[in-house]
């Protein structure tokens, strides 16, 4: 044990990134959320994490003196480098003996950065797993802890709330509630009820608007939730939404589906709209891109919905039969409104994995 301990070791895992239906918007203490929330894993848009780890001869004094280094895409990363080691900071009581090991990571992500993908899930979840897997490799956690997938789930949620989720694949729920068995706001679960085969293959078109930076950092955005006047109605909301996503699961209801999906994306941006300046993020093409969805959609009946994040960016969810069809509908009515005619073709993933013998 000693000699593994002293030398250096490494864990290597792929984590996708997530796009809620049932929107995270507003959090309390310690990343907790203010209501619960359901999202859909993604399978092409990933980060590559590897984690070296070596024991220290000395253990640094103090948790915000950690010896982390983090590289992405091969260039040493300071500014990304701090917000690990804050993380890291966070997760003192969870792993103190982070305090007596030198730490390097390097990521790559097969995404573009600010495209509209949740790149904070999908960095976390990778960061989350890797040292979850340091510590069975070490054996030092006591006791064991038996899910190592919920534990990374727990600690992933420190670094960014939604990371949480992006520990597992396909329909995943995090927040506790009534409605869903062993749910928790410290961690996220799958769902326990299979989903019907046609909600299991969803299609995720993310249409490119505008990468650039946003304005409103995704803390900032939460804070903007507290004292909101609409904050008490957005959490019933919410909560009347999940139940209404699950039933429409269930039952195949695709109506109810799509405008909960889409009452959703809408309802986020409102909030941020009405509670900031800065909160205008759509942009005109966002409102084109939807204008035309709908219009599809009336036009050929197909099952296709949009969602947003907390960005100007558009996803398109839909199923794997009609793929064809939307490609066509994508190359023809949507690209122009895309920044240099952008798009991501994702679907819904299996989850994270670890990568061996790399
Ligand atoms: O995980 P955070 O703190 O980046 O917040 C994410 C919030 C949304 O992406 C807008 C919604 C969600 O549930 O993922």
């Not at 917000?83 to 730490?103: A, C, D, S, W």
């Not at 520990?167 to 410290?186: C, H, I, K, Q």
């Not at 941020?272 to 035309?292: E, F, T, Y």
């Not at 960005?311 to 939307?326: A, I, S, W």
Request: aromatic residues 8%; hydrophobic residues 35%; proline residues 5%.
């Amino acid at each position: 044990m000693t000699d593994k301990i002293n030398s250096w070791n490494e864990t290597t895992w792929v984590s996708p990134s997530n796009i809620a239906l049932v929107k995270y918007w507003g959090k309390h203490g310690e990343q907790l959320p203010n209501n619960p929330s359901l999202s859909l894993t993604l399978k092409n848009s990933v980060t590559k994490t590897q984690l070296r780890y070596r024991k220290l001869e000395k253990p640094v004094p103090d948790s915000g003196d950690l010896k982390v280094a983090y590289w992405f895409d091969g260039q040493r990363n300071k500014a990304f480098e701090r917000k690990v080691i804050t993380y890291m900071g966070r997760l003192h009581t969870e792993m103190p003996y982070l305090q007596n090991f030198e730490l390097e990571f390097r990521s790559t992500n097969t995404f573009p950065h600010s495209a509209g993908i949740a790149s904070s899930a999908s960095s976390m979840s990778a960061i989350a797993l890797c040292l979850v897997d340091m510590e069975k490799q070490l054996g030092l956690r006591k006791p064991p802890t038996q899910d190592v997938f919920r534990r990374a789930s727990f600690l992933a949620r420190l670094g960014s709330g939604s990371a949480c989720r992006s520990v597992y694949g396909g329909w995943v729920a995090w927040g506790e509630d009534g409605l869903l068995p062993d749910s928790s706001d410290r961690y996220a679960s799958p769902l326990e009820q299979p989903v019907p085969g046609q909600w299991q293959n969803l299609r995720d078109a993310v249409l490119i608007v505008s990468s650039a930076h946003k304005k409103v950092s995704s803390t900032a955005g939460h804070g903007l939730m507290n004292n909101h006047p609409f904050a008490e109605g957005r959490y019933h909301q919410a909560r009347k939404h999940l139940n209404c996503m699950m039933l429409a699961l269930q039952n195949g209801d695709e109506k109810t589906f799509i405008e909960v999906v889409e009452s959703e994306a809408l309802s986020l941006h409102g909030l941020l709209m009405a509670s900031s300046a800065d909160g205008m993020l759509l942009k005109p093409n966002s409102l084109n891109i939807i204008n035309a969805v709908r219009a599809f959609r009336e036009k050929t009946g197909l099952m296709i919905c949009f969602t947003l994040d907390a960005g100007p960016n558009v996803h398109l969810l839909f199923r794997e039969e009609d793929k064809v069809l939307v490609r066509q509908f994508i190359q023809e009515e949507l690209l122009s409104f895309c920044e240099n005619n952008q798009w991501i073709d994702d679907q819904v993933g299996k989850g994270p994995y670890k990568v061996e013998n790399e």
